[in-house]
């Protein structure tokens, strides 16, 4: 593959131009529409040549006879890694974001899912989010009573990750009960995941060997059976699939498209692809081939992780699109909104 050392700089100077009308039309880019967008003088003739250097190294290619050009994959991926000026969040884009990450009055998976919706709308692309596993280790469990029957059920992790949940109680239920059920849990959970923790709590509850009275067991069992009951597997948000139809501008895009949803649809190909992307720090881009999810779509990926306060990456957040994405205004959008969801968590 060409690298970008290997460009002379009126190369480089053409190229970039080609892909930044690539991005904006999504239609090849001939040789007297690029001598209007060049800060140099050149000729249509001169440009040609460049244009044919540029394809004999795999960076543009002519969708047909006669054409102009548009990148290849390579060509979008040297552009990416080694020519993209990144840009800066608007005021209104950053404000938006911070509204949508706050958790006054939410879990955060709440804000998960808000964060995701928000950048799927900012970005007009689908914005997915992976959120934690649920084998952090647990540190607190408290019961608040909030109506008579009703009860929120408030559990912290090491990783000072927060997550409500409500219960429904025998009615009346005292406090104490309430106190009595969140010590009995605290007393097993802490230090041990909620799946280490069960087995042994329901085997204490069903042999009746603990001293909780009737109502005490019942808010142990059905809180339980609430937190156990979200599963173990890791979880996935996808929002605004629909986003990735409002540009398709002929009926191969149109089945690429089609492609890419019954791949997400199995989730499978995603889960490895952003399990694979937490591994490393920072923005992650990957462009068509790179990945088999995207291989036939010709779709691309820009994720970010996410961590706690003692720096453990638990999830990412990022949107999928065409691969002719802003990428100078999506990176730095999807990066803001991890830092805020890590700044959260901490």
Same mark, same amino acid.
């Given at each position: 593959?060409?690298? $970008? ?15 930044? @009308? ?26 040609? +040549?460049?244009? @044919? ?27 990416? +890694? ?9 005021? /209104?884009? /950053?404000?938006? &974001? ?40 647990? *540190? +607190?469990?408290?019961?608040?009573? #909030? ?8 559990? !912290? ?11 429904? =109680? ?7 009960? #309430? ?18 923790? *069960?087995?042994?709590? #329901? ?5 009746? *060997?603990? /001293? $909780? ?14 937190? @156990? ?15 990735? $139809? ?12 089609? =492609? ?6 199995? /989730? *499978?190909? $995603?889960?490895?692809?952003?399990? @694979?992307? &937490? ?5 992650? !881009? ?15 990926? &820009? ?13 990412? &957040?990022?949107? !999928? ?8 205004? !999506? ?16």
């Amino acid at each position: 593959m060409t690298k $970008l050392q290997e460009l002379d700089k009126r190369s480089r100077e053409v190229f970039r131009h080609i892909v930044d @009308a690539y991005v904006e039309t999504g239609e090849p880019v001939g040789s007297k529409s690029l001598s209007g967008r060049l800060d140099e003088s050149l000729s249509p003739a001169t440009i040609r +040549h460049v244009m @044919a250097d540029l394809e004999a190294a795999g960076l543009l290619y002519a969708p047909h006879t006669s054409a102009g050009r548009l990148p290849t994959e390579a060509g979008l991926r040297l552009f990416v +890694h080694g020519i993209l000026e990144v840009g800066d969040l608007t005021p /209104q884009e /950053q404000k938006e &974001i911070e509204h949508h990450c706050k958790t006054t009055g939410k879990s955060f998976s709440n804000v998960l899912e808000d964060a995701t919706k928000t950048l799927s709308g900012l970005s007009r692309c689908a914005g997915i989010v992976l959120a934690p596993k649920s084998e952090s280790i647990l *540190k +607190h469990i408290e019961f608040v009573k #909030l109506s008579p029957e009703r009860v929120l059920v408030v559990l !912290i992790t090491e990783d000072g990750l927060v997550e409500n949940r409500i219960i429904e =109680t025998p009615p009346g239920i005292p406090p104490s009960s #309430l106190i009595e059920a969140g010590n009995y849990l605290n007393n097993r959970l802490a230090g041990k995941t909620l799946n280490e923790a *069960k087995a042994q709590i #329901l085997g204490e509850l069903e042999d009746n *060997k603990t /001293q $909780l009275n009737l109502l005490s067991s019942k808010v142990v069992e059905e809180g339980l059976a609430v937190w @156990a009951g979200k599963g173990t597997a890791t979880s996935l948000i996808i929002r605004g699939q629909s986003n990735l $139809l409002q540009d398709v501008r002929h009926i191969q895009e149109l089945d690429r498209i089609r =492609t890419l949803f019954e791949a997400l649809d199995t /989730q *499978k190909e $995603l889960l490895e692809l952003l399990d @694979a992307s &937490i591994a490393a720090e920072g923005v992650q !881009i990957f462009i068509g081939s790179e990945s088999s999810l995207f291989q036939l779509s010709g779709c691309s990926l &820009i994720v970010s992780p996410y961590s706690t306060d003692n720096g453990r990456i638990v999830g990412a &957040i990022g949107v !999928i699109g065409p691969a002719r994405l802003n990428y100078s205004r !999506i990176i730095p959008m999807v990066d803001y909104t991890a830092k805020l969801i890590s700044k959260t968590i901490r």
